[in-house]
């Protein structure tokens, strides 16, 4: 049985985005229009793809917080839905907090690579320089115009996780395959899912042969807790873009 702590992450397929720094200027660039939003060069998010029993001594820790078992994979979004990042062999049991800051692409911010862009994740992520989470109790202009542009930014993580598991309900009901299987099999249906994007195919929409298809889509979004992080060093940047937002006429 594989470890559980990944040992690496699908990261920048050949049919993925942000590799140069033209491509990072325009993924930047389309973010901004949607909600004015500066400098995003993703959003970040998790879903659970339910699994059978891996079985074995950890299979417990494949257990989620709704009481199935999963895989939680993590993806980041580009604006027109195009996956740009994928973890995928975490436990359902994992905090989303905890799949990204054991991923590549934590260590790549960490360590400067993308200097002056941010990611956008819900408040079960930690607030980082980096990292730009929605305020909790959002008390003056600037940070509801943060809240307001923050959540229809990072809307299109969420549209993704939708459009990814209507154009393959597999991942939406479930895979009877054995652990690497099952792992192969999210991958491949992520990396099809770029191709279509970038070969502009329409959207799937539910046509009804699933009749509890959406339901199921919602199922894998299991909201957690948030996380507070109130070091002074991580708020500056989130001030900063409050503070854009706050002398916005």
């Given at each position: 049985?594989?470890?559980?702590?990944?040992?690496?992450?699908?990261?920048?397929?050949?049919?993925?985005?942000?590799?140069?720094?033209?491509?990072?200027?325009?993924?930047?660039?389309?973010f901004f229009?949607?909600?004015?939003?500066p400098?995003v060069?993703?959003?970040?998010?998790?879903t659970?793809?339910?699994?059978?029993s891996?079985?074995?001594?950890?299979?417990?820790?494949?257990?989620?917080?709704?009481?199935?078992?999963?895989?939680?994979?993590?993806?980041?979004?580009?604006?027109?839905?195009?996956?740009?990042?994928?973890?995928?062999?975490?436990?359902?049991?994992?905090?989303?907090?905890?799949?990204?800051?054991?991923?590549?692409?934590?260590?790549?911010?960490?360590?400067?690579?993308?200097?002056?862009?941010?990611l956008?994740?819900?408040?079960?992520?930690?607030?980082?320089?980096?990292?730009?989470?929605?305020?909790?109790?959002?008390?003056?202009?600037?940070?509801?115009?943060?809240?307001?542009?923050?959540?229809?930014?990072?809307?299109?993580v969420?549209?993704?996780y939708g459009?990814?598991?209507?154009?393959?309900?597999?991942?939406?009901?479930?895979?009877?395959?054995?652990?690497?299987?099952?792992?192969?099999?999210?991958l491949?249906?992520?990396?099809l899912?770029?191709?279509?994007?970038?070969?502009q195919?329409?959207?799937p929409?539910?046509?009804?042969?699933?009749?509890?298809?959406?339901?199921?889509?919602?199922?894998?979004?299991?909201?957690?807790?948030?996380?507070?992080?109130?070091?002074?060093?991580?708020?500056y940047?989130?001030?900063?873009?409050?503070?854009?937002?706050?002398?916005?006429n």
């Amino acid at each position: 049985m594989p470890s559980m702590r990944p040992e690496r992450d699908y990261n920048d397929a050949n049919v993925c985005v942000n590799k140069t720094e033209q491509e990072q200027v325009t993924v930047k660039s389309d973010f901004f229009k949607i909600a004015k939003f500066p400098n995003v060069l993703g959003c970040i998010d998790c879903t659970h793809i339910k699994i059978q029993s891996p079985g074995g001594d950890d299979a417990e820790l494949f257990r989620n917080r709704k009481s199935y078992m999963s895989i939680n994979m993590q993806t980041i979004s580009s604006p027109n839905l195009l996956i740009t990042d994928i973890v995928a062999r975490w436990p359902g049991s994992t905090h989303d907090s905890t799949i990204y800051q054991n991923s590549r692409r934590y260590e790549r911010f960490e360590r400067g690579d993308y200097q002056g862009s941010y990611l956008l994740g819900d408040s079960g992520y930690p607030l980082k320089s980096h990292l730009l989470t929605p305020y909790l109790n959002p008390a003056t202009v600037g940070q509801q115009r943060y809240n307001t542009a923050h959540i229809k930014t990072r809307n299109v993580v969420e549209r993704q996780y939708g459009v990814l598991k209507r154009r393959f309900p597999v991942l939406a009901l479930g895979l009877r395959l054995k652990l690497q299987n099952a792992i192969n099999v999210i991958l491949a249906c992520c990396i099809l899912h770029n191709i279509c994007i970038i070969r502009q195919e329409p959207e799937p929409v539910n046509d009804g042969v699933i009749p509890n298809l959406e339901h199921l889509i919602q199922a894998g979004q299991i909201p957690l807790p948030p996380l507070i992080n109130n070091d002074p060093v991580y708020g500056y940047q989130r001030s900063q873009i409050t503070n854009y937002f706050e002398s916005m006429n």
